[in-house]
């Protein structure tokens, strides 16, 4: 395992399928998301894709609407993200 691999960490959030899409959007917008994973409630992992930077609006449709299609059919899921750790400058 590399020191870089070693600095990210992971969180789990818990939402419900009509909120799904809307939580994907905000962690989309957040500079510091290297990946997401959408799980339903029984922990089977549904989707999981790399936030890239600058991904183009083009790639982002197609994944949007798997997400919406997921958030039709599940109650409840888990988002696992994975993110970068905040760079902070030292003074």
Known sequence: MTKKQKENFTETLKV???????????LAREGNVRRIIVKDKYGKILLQFPMLLGLA???ISPLL???SLIAF?????????ERM???????
């Open 16 to 26: 419900h399928g009509t909120k799904l899409l809307a939580t994907v959007n905000k």
């Open 57 to 59: 609006g083009a790639l």
């Open 65 to 67: 609407a798997s997400i």
């Open 73 to 81: 059919f599940v109650t409840e899921a888990s988002l696992v993200v």
């Open 85 to 91: 750790p905040s760079k902070k400058k030292a003074k």
